[in-house]
């Protein structure tokens, strides 16, 4: 077997010459497994993989060791994932547990002022989603509504998993930002 470019003689491969494309063939399976080691998820870690390269695509010839660069990169998208699912409790799994302790133990899950607090900030946020132009709607119902992967709203929607990102990021932001105005976040 003949030696490549990217080959050293002892077999090891130099990720330091390889372009993008073959360092992608080259990664692929092994930042897979990575990612997949990581959030227990394969499509979750599809789209961490899939970002990462993306990330080094723009930066690739400024980065000197991209190897070490893309397996960072997976691990702190990695970490920004397990950080979401640790805040974010679907609303849907919220009343489930409220009525569940409400039949387990005979007491009310929220006390009425809470309820209707709650009640309220859920209402209004219904009413502000179903105000968003309809790309953005589409997005957010389909992520938390339908708890769609980055990658499956992408295909739904027919625009890039980077752009729901984006969408996403922005969404949540200018929501937040209208119940910090409204008085239910401080």
């Not at 870690?45 to 000197?64: C, G, H, S």
């Not at 974010?88 to 489930?96: A, G, I, K, Q, T």
């Not at 569940?100 to 002022?113: I, K, S, Y």
């Not at 938390?144 to 949540?172: M, R, W």
Request: aromatic content about 10%; proline content about 4%.
């Amino acid at each position: 077997m003949a030696l490549t470019e990217s080959e050293s003689p002892e077999g090891r491969i130099n990720y330091d010459v390889l372009d993008l494309a073959g360092l992608f063939e080259v990664l692929e399976k092994p930042v897979m497994a990575y990612a997949i080691r990581l959030v227990r998820d394969r499509e979750t870690a599809q789209d961490l993989v899939q970002e990462a390269f993306m990330r080094l695509y723009p930066l690739f010839d400024e980065i000197e060791k991209p190897r070490p660069w893309i397996y960072r990169t997976v691990y702190n998208l990695a970490m920004n994932v397990h950080r979401k699912r640790n805040r974010m409790v679907h609303l849907d799994e919220r009343e489930r547990e409220h009525a569940q302790r409400f039949v387990e133990n005979g007491e009310a899950p929220l006390d009425p002022e809470s309820y209707m607090h709650y009640q309220e900030v859920i209402d209004f946020l219904m009413q502000r989603v179903s105000e968003l132009d309809d790309r953005t709607r589409k997005v957010v119902q389909l992520k938390f509504e339908k708890d769609c992967s980055y990658k499956q709203i992408s295909d739904q929607l027919g625009i890039s998993v980077s752009n729901v990102g984006y969408i996403l990021h922005h969404a949540i932001k200018d929501l937040a930002a209208t119940l910090r105005k409204e008085g239910f976040l401080e």
